[in-house]
């Protein structure tokens, strides 16, 4: 007997012919974000050489830097030697770093990613929590307690909450570090730059709290307004399924409110759910640019407002196609998994996208 939940062999191959057509439509936005991004960060007032040169450069020092960035060439002619070096894999060298922009992405995109997921997996368990709180205690005080922590939490930034966090916890109460992704004085070498993960998979679970400490924060701030979303989303699509036929059959054949909630509302009421926390992740994503400085976290979003400051064109560049790449990965699994998990939109898979 198949699940009516889970697609079948037809419904893969679909999907598969659909998924391709979404990665070919990938295509030309990330060519319209590089185009508008390397236009826009050319014809700001600002000029990245006047940031390198040493007092008492002359003409000549700035005219060999010019030349040098290529930033005495016409901007279209720029923009297709920028173009033909990143389909080589090369997006530069960062002018304030003196380093190579893959290098320096790659070298910080992995403490992004960990406290971005962490962050993300704190939202959705408290989610979760909060909006079966509230469904299950429907109509009485505790339902209104969790409309008011949802409300507080939507109400108030990350970059708020963070500065919160650093007052209580590490200014009056000091029990959490406030800065930095391992402690100093710790000689730790790693295989690669996912602290978290390698540590995980190694079993190194002396090092593990050390991590946290220094992640629970930032990730915390980041996940408090991604909380409200899902939890207010989810409780009022339980409320809905609650109203269901198969929901009164399973009250009549005596099953607990629990049961119903966890069992048999719960797989429905997670559909809607699930496409707002993707769309809502890439929100998430783009909050770690001022977590991370308030918590001198060393992620790409850090590097990012240093690399701003400085007018630092490659490295601006290489930042926002990252976040550009993973912006459109992250719609792309969140569409993919939607289309899965409902069956009422399988037959889509071969509609043209739009």
């Given amino acids: 007997m198949t699940n009516p939940l889970l697609p079948e062999a037809a419904d893969w191959l679909m999907a598969a012919q659909f998924l391709l057509r979404r990665l070919l439509l990938i295509l030309p936005t990330l060519l319209g974000v590089s185009v508008i991004v390397f236009v826009l960060l050319r014809v700001v007032p600002g000029n990245p050489i006047s940031m390198m040169i040493p007092p008492g450069a ?24 920028w173009f033909r070096e990143v389909m080589q894999g090369n997006l530069g060298t960062s002018i304030s770093l ?24 704190v939202a959705v368990i ?12 429907q109509g009485r005080w505790p339902e209104t307690l969790v409309d008011g922590v949802t409300g507080l939490n939507q109400a108030i930034p990350d970059f708020l909450w963070g500065l919160i966090f650093i007052l209580i916890l590490g200014v009056v109460w000091p029990i959490l570090p406030i800065s930095g992704r391992i402690d100093p004085h710790l000689s730790v070498e790693f295989m690669s730059q996912f602290y978290l993960t390698e540590s995980i998979l190694a079993g190194n679970f002396e090092l593990l709290p050390v991590l946290f400490s220094h992640m629970v924060l930032p990730a915390v701030a980041l996940a408090l ?5 899902i939890a207010r989303t989810l409780k009022a699509s339980l409320r809905e399924t609650m109203t269901q036929d198969y929901i009164l059959l399973a009250q009549i054949k005596g099953f607990g409110t629990w049961r119903i909630l966890l069992v048999e509302a719960m797989r429905n009421a997670l559909i809607p759910t699930v496409a707002l926390s993707g769309v809502q992740f890439n929100f998430l994503l783009g909050g770690t640019v001022l977590i991370e400085q308030i918590f001198s976290y060393p992620g790409i979003g850090n ?14 560049q290489g930042l926002i196609i990252t976040f550009a790449i993973m912006f459109t990965m992250i719609n792309l699994l969140v ?20």
């Fill in 335 to 354: 569409d993919m998994s939607y289309r899965i998990l409902n069956p009422r939109v399988r037959d889509e898979w071969q509609a043209p996208c739009r």
């Fill in 98 to 121: 003196r380093q190579d922009v893959v290098e320096l992405i790659v070298s910080r995109l992995p403490a992004t990613l960990e406290l971005a997921f962490t962050a993300f997996i």
């Fill in 58 to 81: 002359t003409q000549a020092d700035i005219d060999h830097l010019q030349q040098l960035y290529g930033f005495d060439k016409p901007i279209v002619e720029q923009y297709l030697i």
């Fill in 303 to 316: 590097m990012a407002i240093g690399a701003v400051i400085d007018r630092d064109l490659p490295l601006i």
């Fill in 225 to 229: 307004p991604l909380t409200a979303v």
């Fill in 126 to 137: 408290i989610g979760i929590l909060l909006a079966l709180a509230g469904a299950y205690w």
